[in-house]
Structures are given as C-alpha cells and as structure tokens.
C-alpha cells in the first residue's frame, strides 16, 4: 500500500515534524559516505591526518548531516515538491555522536492555486547542542481531490491562503522561539547559542565550529 500523502489542508503553522534520530555516527559510515560522495578529503576518513592538522579525530563532513536533515523533510512531505532547502553548519559532528533532526511549520500561503509551507529545521547531538540550522520550502496539493483534478489535466483548485506565520503567533510575540521549543530566527542566534552551548568558549579548544551555509539551487521555471 502506498505511504498517506500530505495535503496542504492539514498542515498548521506551529506544527512539528516528527524527530528523526540517526544511529550514532562512526567511521565506518564516514568512510562510505566518502565512496558515496566522491569527498575524500583525509580530514573525514584519516585519523592520523586529522590528528596532524590538530583536530582530536576524524569529523563527520556537514553535507552528511544536511542529508539528515534533508531525510526528515522527505520523510515527513509524502507527495511534496522541494522548492528550496539550505542550512548553515553550526558545530561538528564527531564519531560516536547521535544526530536527531527536528522541524517545525513555520509559515503557510496559498495564491493561484500553488500551496507552499515554509519549515524550520535543526538538528542536535546527543548532549541537546544545536549541529545545524536550517529551512525548506515545500509544495504542496490542496487535498486528494485537487491532486486528482490536476493529474486529470483539469485546473488546480484555487483557494487564496493569507500568508500565516509562525513569527505572528501570540506564543512569539511574549516571547517564544527558541525558549519555547522551536527553532530560533537569525535574530535569536545569540540566545539559542547560550542555550545550546553551539559556540560555547568551552568546546574544545582545538575545534573549528563551521560557519558555512549550503544552499540548493532553486529550479527553473517552465517558460510560459
């Protein structure tokens, strides 16, 4: 039996996707995810190298837990399209660490019968410190019935949807965000740092924390 779709009718904003926890990260899997990449840089796979350019070991690569983070959106958008998707690397991930990757809705609109939802994501290690932040924008059918309108060759059910976001909600206003659970703003990157102990003075001294952000090309448009 095929996987339940989701339809833009059911989602709210402030709802969250369900966690996504990944088996602890270790050098086997590193070593694949090179094979798999064509990425061999030593850092990843060589624990004698990472050692001589003053790092304790071998390090996960951000792009493997951006592919995480890109999981838990696949997981949870059955039957969506991914319209945009980028995250920035906030702390490494090392050998033996658990990555547990958590989303919430953050904004949904609706105009000329195309449906999108804009999604928070984050991802933590084991001890609950934030390793990524990023979002996505997903789109979505209206219901069953405008899919089947649509895959029919008839026109979309056009319903216009007000912009509704999550930076609008009372919960925010008083002061909700990182402190209520949900991922913070670019805004909120200090508070949710002392909360997390992203960059923390106390990391390890020898670790480079990554202030890099990946973006995925967003695609054409069909020429009219």
Not at 191 to 219: F, I, M, Q, V
Request: with cysteine; aromatic share 6%; charged share 25%.
């Amino acid at each position: 039996m095929p996987a339940r779709k989701l339809y833009f009718e059911a989602i709210r904003v402030g709802d969250e996707l369900p966690a996504l926890a990944k088996a602890p990260v270790d050098r086997v899997q590193l070593a694949r995810y090179a094979g798999a990449s064509g990425d061999y840089n030593p850092v990843h796979v060589d624990e004698l190298y990472a050692k001589s350019v003053g790092m304790p070991s071998v390090y996960a690569p951000g792009m493997l837990v951006m592919g995480m983070l890109g999981q838990l959106i696949s997981d949870w958008a059955r039957g969506g399209q991914m319209r945009r998707y980028n995250v920035r690397f906030i702390k490494m991930v090392w050998p033996g660490d658990t990555v547990v990757c958590k989303g919430r809705v953050s904004n949904r609109h609706g105009t000329a019968g195309r449906y999108f939802v804009d999604i928070d994501l984050w991802a933590e290690n084991q001890r609950g410190e934030l390793v990524m932040k990023g979002g996505a924008q997903i789109q979505l059918f209206y219901s069953l019935e405008d899919e089947n309108r649509q895959r029919s060759g008839q026109s979309p059910i056009v319903i216009e949807v007000p912009r509704e976001s999550l930076a609008n909600t009372p919960a925010t206003a008083a002061g909700g965000g990182a402190g209520d659970g949900s991922p913070a703003t670019e805004d909120e990157d200090a508070s949710d740092e002392r909360r997390t102990g992203a960059t923390s003075k106390k990391t390890a001294p020898r670790e480079k924390p990554a202030a890099k952000t990946a973006t995925l090309p967003s695609p054409k448009k069909p020429k009219k």
